[in-house]
């Protein structure tokens, strides 16, 4: 099945032709390789990683053909991970459930301890807290009794280790493959850190109805979901944004509030907040050098104000009393007065529309799929293709997955692993059962990417400098050793009891490739065990990569 | 049987004979032979509140805020204060330190902050950290810059983080370490020859280097600190993951491996119910701290005399006390610098005082000195850099022409 080893060159003779082809006739498919190291090649792009037997079940079906599939997820049916997931409970839950079944239990449960616990240092200690679970007892009299009686704390901690558990398990086990990939990409491209406050209650409902259903739609409505999210409204603080002469109505609010009331839910303060406007022009469209000003930050900001959540539903609302409604000017483009929730969307189709979103986001897709540095003639051809289509993100993928640049030879293994594609394709790559994603959550910690907990709204880097250095290679070579010990706790995986040469070959035929490096085949063949020599592979520096 | 120690001669003895001398262990031994200047720094995460760590007691609206949690003026009570120069006191877990203080290695400054007014912890961090108030881009921390400003050889283990995570005042160009203990810095199982082997002459030169130096490490580590003796440490350290954080910190120092920038962190500052004063919540995490630092200082001996340990906190709370005991967020702080070469017995930065005009914001303590110029003082004034390349260091800032906090 590896005949095709020698056949590079004219393979991609054949793709140059085939591109030009298509430039004179549009709507030609292009004609895609099919040889094992351009399938494999493929695989490592646009899956979490091959598992045995993936490369010749790909060239069964026809390379192009399964990147057509991949890009019409629909199709696969996903029942092994629809098994998987059931048995997590938050998943499918909305936010106002999880805020009142979760989140505010944890919020009260901390301040009860924390009132005890200080409690011989001040008389005002009033609720008894059970000893055992630190929540507060039965007999408290607060309205929010803890859903969970054995620790309301751990309530809020369940619902980033569902999600973080579910992200990692579809990664390893989704036939939606390319979705996974992408839905990965895009939360980071709109970052949103469960580590700020209330945050947690908002991002399952992110993930699966915000940035889910539009990764192979269009910008546009996947860039007004985002803005329109209680996860980057709170994330942002846009919804604490106000006109500044709003003073008067909040006042009035502020005196509607009963005494004693629980956490703000909503603006105390008038005020315009810069954050979600500068990151939706530098971040989520134009770019840092997108050619906007302090100004344009300011009155995208001022055509947002008013867009905040709900603190009965925990949702979207917009409240016009808070809005600014002043004229504004948005890259050069003048939006009338009195425009109210207008305001916003218009700001967002100048920018959706606009040619530097376009470069921006085909740059950042050619890194993730061809390379750190994307040649700049496949990013302008992205770009004239998200222009084309009104920014149809499975239009600029497929141009980006099927071009000659990312069959190049040079483009094999240029891009490093980020660690979840590292622990994903490990379990994969080993067609391994994980019985506990615990010690897999650790390892992305330790690693230095925990999922849903990337602080800056930059998301994690997709780049090679940074997740190469000492200590994270020192922490992958010991996380390949744990994985390939047949009694480790996180995998079960067959072939760590297998022959060692039969799982020696199968490795280096889907997971490595045949032109590793004969350092690293020399080192592989001197182990002398299966579980010796997998901890080689999954630890060597091809497999750092993709 | 090979063992370790004549793997590890033998190994780099064969590097030597390649011309392979790890670049960084010359530039060590060179570096042990010069001041060997080094800098701890501690981040407080969580907002620490300044106001009830150095307390203003010299300053009547410091009381009439805080009816229920401010530290009584100085021998005013069992426990109170510990005054320092008839303005400002210590809070009394903070005993541990007064020593430094009378021996002029202690310096406060205070109303220090920055320019920027948020108020959330994970921004004022970040812009701490970064050292780039109000600039969300920058990818790299000021510890990173300096280390890259001022490199001269590769070696990680002139920045090392004992943390999980690099912490973003580590993340950047330069190499550095993040671990959670030296002992813990190994690959296990005996694998690490094999990984070597598959390593050192990858074709791949980005995953070389970062081996190469990871092995490197590992080793210079492993071995200084075999060598040392193991009835060495007799300090009594917390027994919390911030102690044993300064202990890892004092091995590495005492190693002689070229460390110049640690970094450890200290958590759970944010203590907006029920923090009480002297004693309370605030006080145990007041106590871990100074009982962290001083068994530091103890631990590092002859090492204090060329150390600076340096405290940071993404900003202080609010001069009032709020509805429940606690303090919430707000701006101006307390930073501390320990160590030989710190100009101590002195509060630097002008106090604006907490009179309803002089709050910021009407609320919080203003800041009279940007955290940057603190920062600037330590990287020319002890690591030596030259003010040249602080505008590398502090991108779009001139710090002050010096505070003269250390030297």
New interface residues.
């Given amino acids: 099945m590896n005949v095709d080893r020698f056949t590079r060159p004219t393979r991609l003779m054949a793709v140059a032709a085939v591109v030009l082809a298509t430039t004179v006739s549009p709507t030609a498919a292009p004609e895609l390789p099919n040889d094992a190291a351009s399938v494999r090649h493929t695989l490592s792009r646009l899956t979490f990683g091959a598992r045995p037997g993936d490369v010749a079940r790909v060239q069964r079906i026809g390379l192009e053909r399964w990147i057509n599939d991949q890009l019409t997820p629909g199709v696969a049916d996903n029942a092994d991970l629809r098994a998987r997931l059931a048995a997590f409970e938050t998943l499918t839950l909305d936010s106002s459930q999880i805020a009142r079944d979760y989140v505010i239990p944890a919020r009260e449960a901390r301040r009860a301890q924390q009132r005890a616990s200080s409690a011989n240092a001040s008389t005002n200690g009033t609720t008894q807290v059970d000893p055992s679970s630190g929540a507060p007892a039965q007999g408290d009299a607060s309205p929010q009794m803890p859903r969970r009686p054995n620790g309301a704390a751990m309530g809020q901690r369940l619902i980033i280790e569902e999600l973080a558990s579910s992200k990692l398990l579809r990664a390893v086990y989704s036939d939606r493959q390319l979705e996974e990939v992408l839905v990965d990409f895009w939360f980071n491209h709109f970052n949103v850190f469960a580590g700020k406050g209330r945050e947690p209650q908002f991002i399952t409902s992110y993930e699966r109805d915000t940035i889910r259903p539009h990764v192979m739609g269009h910008f546009r409505e996947l860039l007004g979901a985002t803005a329109q999210s209680p996860a980057m409204l709170f994330y942002l603080d846009n919804w604490l944004s106000t006109s500044a002469d709003a003073t008067r109505v909040l006042a009035q609010r502020a005196a509607r509030r009963p005494p004693g009331a629980g956490a703000p839910n909503g603006p105390r303060a008038a005020g315009l907040n810069e954050n979600y406007g500068r990151e939706l022009l530098e971040l989520h469209t134009l770019g840092v050098d997108g050619g906007y000003t302090q100004q344009d930050v300011v009155e995208v900001a001022r055509a947002f104000t008013g867009w905040t959540i709900d603190p009965r539903t925990q949702s979207f609302r917009f409240a016009p009393a808070l809005h600014d409604n002043g004229a504004k000017v948005v890259l050069g483009q003048k939006i009338a007065a009195d425009g109210g929730i207008r305001d916003g969307e218009r700001v967002l189709d100048i920018l959706a529309s606009h040619p530097a979103t376009a470069q921006h986001i085909a740059l950042k897709l050619a890194r993730r799929f061809v390379s750190d540095t994307p040649p700049p003639a496949l990013v302008a051809r992205a770009a004239k293709r998200f222009h084309d289509t009104d920014g149809d993100l499975r239009e600029v993928v497929r141009t980006i997955v099927t071009s000659p640049e990312f069959f190049a030879a040079d483009t094999t293994r240029t891009k490093v692993k980020t660690p979840l594609e590292f622990v994903a394709s490990a379990v994969r790559a080993l067609d391994a059962n994980v019985r506990n994603v615990r010690p897999l959550l650790r390892a992305l910690q330790e690693l230095g990417m925990p999922s849903y907990l990337c602080q800056p709204p930059t998301g994690y880097a997709d780049t090679a400098e940074a997740w190469v250095s000492s200590g994270a290679l020192v922490s992958r070579m010991n996380l390949a050793l744990e994985l390939a010990s047949p009694g480790g706790r996180a995998i079960a995986a067959p072939g760590l009891r297998g022959d060692l040469v039969a799982v020696r070959t199968q490795l280096v035929a889907d997971a490595l490739g045949e032109t590793i490096a004969r350092d690293t085949l020399a080192t592989i063949e001197k182990a002398t065990t299966t579980q010796q020599m997998v901890a080689l592979v999954l630890g060597s520096p091809e497999f750092q990569r993709r | 049987m090979v063992t370790r120690r004549l793997f590890v001669k033998s190994s780099a003895m064969a590097m030597l004979s390649m011309g392979f001398a790890p670049a960084f262990l010359t530039r060590t031994a060179e570096a042990a032979g010069k001041g060997r200047r080094l800098l701890i720094a501690i981040f407080q995460r969580g907002a620490a509140d300044g106001l009830n760590i150095v307390v203003p007691h010299g300053d009547a609206d410091y009381y009439r805020l805080r009816p ?1 949690i401010a530290i009584p003026r100085p021998n005013s009570a069992d426990l109170a204060a510990i005054d320092l120069d008839g303005q400002f006191g210590l809070h009394p877990r903070l005993a541990p330190l007064k020593p430094f203080w009378d021996n002029k290695s202690l310096a406060v400054v205070h109303a220090c902050g920055s320019p920027d007014a948020t108020r ?4 004022a ?2 812009y701490m950290e970064s050292a780039t108030p109000g600039v ?2 920058t ?1 790299d921390g000021w510890l990173n810059r300096y280390l890259a400003v001022t490199d001269l050889a590769h070696n ?1 283990l002139r920045g090392v983080a004992l943390a ?3 912490p ?1 005042s580590l993340q950047g ?1 330069a ?5 959670g203990s030296v002992g813990g ?5 005996g ?1 690490a020859q ?2 070597e ?8 030169s ?3 280097q ?2 190469a ?2 092995f490197d ?2 080793r210079t580590l492993q071995r200084a600190t075999a060598n040392r003796p193991a009835t060495e440490t007799r300090v009594d350290y917390p027994r919390s993951p911030f102690g044993q954080a300064l202990q890892e910190i004092a091995s590495i120092a005492k190693a002689d491996v070229g460390l110049e920038v640690a970094f450890a962190e200290s958590t759970n500052w944010d ?1 907006h ?5 002297s ?3 605030l ?1 145990l995490r007041v106590d871990d701290l100074a009982q962290g630092i001083a068994a530091l200082a103890a631990d590092l001996g002859d090492r204090l005399a060329d150390t600076v340990i340096l405290t940071m906190s993404e900003f202080g709370r609010r001069a009032a006390q709020n509805g ?2 606690g303090t919430d967020h707000g701006h101006g702080n307390a930073m501390f610098l320990i160590g030989g070469p710190v100009r101590g017995g002195r509060v630097y930065g002008r106090w604006p005082g907490l009179a309803p005009e002089s709050l910021y914001d009407g609320r919080d303590l203003a800041v009279t000195t940007d955290f940057r110029d603190v920062f600037a003082d330590v990287v020319t004034g002890h690591l030596g850099a030259d003010r040249a390349v602080l505008a590398r260091i502090f991108p779009g800032y001139t710090p002050s022409k010096g505070l003269g906090l250390v030297g």
């Fill in positions: 229920s959330s912890h994970f921004d961090q970040d969300k881009s990818s990680p999980r995570q690099m973003r160009p190499p550095a370490l993040a671990i810095f190994a690959v296990r199982g694998a094999s990984f082997a598959a390593y050192v002459r990858a074709a791949d980005v995953l070389a970062s081996s130096e990871a490490a590992m203590h119910v029920n923090e009480g004063g004693a309370g919540q006080a429940n005991g």
